[in-house]
């Protein structure tokens, strides 16, 4: 029926705009981004289809091929009303490191409850085929990995600077692992200096090095080049540091070769699948903005890497012979403190004061109580035992809730667990929010911000939000079964994992929701 690739390669670039793209296109050289877009297949118009667009979410929405309220990815941190606490998506209370002894390892896909197409390449191998998961940050190579992973692999920072997995995965690591931390590779980056890659007139697209808009590294008082990484190392965490800089990706990239090499990726006729997420660029977008010199240096050197990767991936693999998918986990906002200077949309929230005045407010209608047991990425959890307590009706508080969320101006809609339960469908963003929410994780009330606004300090940026800025990524196609060309129609990111699917001959995820992108896969002649 189909060539199964011997490897496919899913990338995800953590918080990469598609409009980086265009921006830095004239700035990369022939052999990284533009050998994959050039010789592969580009989605111009992919969207995530779901609030919040955020880390976790969004890689186990690209290897799932659904969205938050399948996959139970709902937040990168959540509220649990059993515990009162927060959930890390990724943590696992039960699950022991290996490779660290520090919290760091204590780590799963449990909280997953879709397959990924790491897990249907391991059935369909009947489990011949190898899955791992590499990433700085431990969600980026767990959660797209999925449950039935041989490995995933992340980076344990602060004093440590080793690649760590967990007992969900094994009980010691391979013997090449502990020979790579041995190298102390992290080390060798942290010598040296950050400086621009190429000559500071490329940079036209970005503002000018120096601007109030970025956050300087702690023990700095300016965002400037260069960057003499070993004097900032022990104000900025150690081996924390290394992950905001360019450095983070190439020692990912670095560790993947040996991997690949070690693991004898893609050198059988059973496929083996690689979950890639290059997360430095996520670090530097959060520190510096969209519009940074450094945010444009990380993707100019990650393009040198992405190109020296695939001549690698040719030698080793064979070309031919592997199938590559790239895509971003979230875009990023522009920083308002920088677009209110040009008059544009946009501003900063404090959702603090929401919470209070909802507190006060609901305490002078119906008494003193802890009315609002958490509000965290704009859902508000309600105390239902007080509700109850008070015979007061949940839905009719809800709405109630929802309705005062919508007295402040740079709140834009307010749904409530009741409505979000309804069919899907109508507005855009109440879609979004509803394919977004779990009935066990999700709070009673969710709201969204207009367009433009973020909760975030005067400097750098975020996303989250289900406008264009965090919710337009690129999606390109590369290698066995893919048909060269472009699309500039409108896809969702669930659309991703079925066009895998399709292309290289193996099921679809159990919970998939997507549909399959049909220019970009190689028919039969
Ligand atoms: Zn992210």
Same mark, same amino acid.
């Given at each position: ?5 011997r ?14 793209l ?5 700035? =990369? ?9 050039n010789?592969?297949?580009?989605? &111009?118009?992919?969207h995530?289809?779901?609030m919040?667009?955020?880390? #976790?979410?969004? &890689? ?6 659904? *969205?938050?309220?399948?996959? #139970? ?13 927060m959930?890390?998506c ?9 490779g660290?002894?520090?919290?760091s ?32 940050k !431990? ?5 797209p ?9 992340? =980076? ?31 080390d ?15 940079? !036209?697209?970005?503002q000018? +090095? ?9 023990? *700095? ?17 150690n ?10 990706n ?5 560790f ?9 990726? #893609?050198?059988?006729?059973y496929? @083996? ?12 977008? &959060?520190?510096?903005?969209? &519009?940074?010199?450094? *945010? ?6 990650l ?21 590559? /998918? ?12 920088? *677009? ?9 929230w404090k959702? @603090? ?28 959890f309600?105390?239902?035992t007080?509700?109850q307590?008070?015979r ?10 929802a ?11 307010a /749904?409530?667990?009741s ?7 109508? +507005?855009?963003?109440k ?21 433009? =606004? ?5 400097s750098?940026t975020t ?28 896809f ?12 290289? #001959?193996?099921?679809?995820?159990d ?5 399959a ?9």
């Amino acid at each position: 029926m189909k060539d199964t690739p011997r490897l496919i390669v899913g990338i995800t670039v953590d918080q990469m705009r598609y409009d980086y793209l265009l921006r830095y296109w004239s700035d =990369f050289g022939n052999a990284g981004f533009r050998r994959l877009v050039n010789e592969g297949f580009l989605c &111009h118009n992919l969207h995530y289809n779901y609030m919040p667009t955020y880390t #976790g979410p969004g &890689h186990a929405s690209i290897f799932t091929g659904t *969205t938050p309220a399948y996959h #139970g990815i709902i937040q990168n941190d959540w509220y649990d009303r059993a515990s009162n606490t927060m959930i890390y998506c990724s943590s696992d209370s039960a699950a022991k490191g290996v490779g660290t002894g520090s919290k760091s390892g204590q780590m799963s896909p449990h909280y997953l409850t879709a397959s990924t197409l790491g897990d249907m390449v391991r059935m369909q191998t009947n489990g011949r085929g190898k899955i791992i998961g590499v990433a700085l940050k !431990d969600r980026g190579a767990i959660l797209p990995a999925g449950r039935t992973a041989d490995a995933a692999y992340w =980076f344990v920072g602060g004093e440590e600077g080793v690649w760590a997995t967990s007992d969900w995965y094994m009980s010691v690591l391979p013997d090449w692992v502990n020979a790579f931390n041995k190298l102390k590779t992290a080390d060798k980056y942290l010598s040296q200096n950050w400086n621009l890659l190429r000559d500071a007139s490329v940079y !036209d697209e970005s503002q000018a +090095d120096n601007n109030a808009h970025e956050t300087p590294f702690k023990g *700095t008082t300016k965002p400037t080049f260069p960057y003499d990484l070993a004097s900032l190392k022990s104000a900025n965490g150690n081996y924390e540091l290394l992950k905001a800089t360019p450095f983070g990706n190439s020692l990912t990239i670095d560790f993947v070769r040996e991997l690949i090499t070690q693991e004898k990726m #893609g050198a059988d006729g059973y496929t @083996d699948m690689l979950c890639l997420s290059f997360s430095s660029t996520d670090y530097i977008g &959060h520190q510096f903005g969209i &519009h940074a010199m450094e *945010t444009q240096d990380c993707y100019l050197r990650l393009d040198e890497e992405l190109g020296s990767f695939l001549s690698f991936l040719d030698d080793q693999v064979g070309k031919g012979n592997y199938t590559i /998918f790239l895509s971003a986990d979230h875009g990023g906002a522009p920083t308002p403190s920088y *677009t209110a200077k040009r008059k544009a949309i946009g501003g900063y929230w404090k959702s @603090d004061r929401l919470e209070l005045f909802l507190e006060d407010t609901l305490a002078k209608r119906y008494g003193q109580g802890d009315w609002v047991l958490n509000e965290s990425n704009q859902n508000i959890f309600l105390n239902h035992t007080l509700m109850q307590s008070k015979r007061l009706s949940t839905k009719e508080i809800q709405y109630e809730v929802a309705q005062l969320c919508l007295s402040f101006p740079e709140v834009m809609s307010a /749904f409530t667990a009741s409505d979000l339960s309804q069919a899907r469908g109508g +507005d855009l963003v109440k879609n979004m929010i509803q394919q977004g929410y779990d009935a066990q994780r999700s709070g009673d009330v969710i709201y969204t911000l207009d367009p433009g =606004f973020i909760e975030y300090g005067m400097s750098g940026t975020t996303h989250g939000s289900p406008f264009a800025y965090d919710s337009h990524v690129p999606a390109i196609f590369f290698g066995c079964g893919v048909e060269c060309g472009e699309t500039y129609s409108r896809f969702s990111i669930t659309d991703i994992a079925p066009t895998v699917s399709m292309m290289c #001959g193996i099921a679809l995820p159990d919970a998939t929701t997507g549909v399959a992108i049909e220019p970009a896969i190689r028919k039969r002649k």
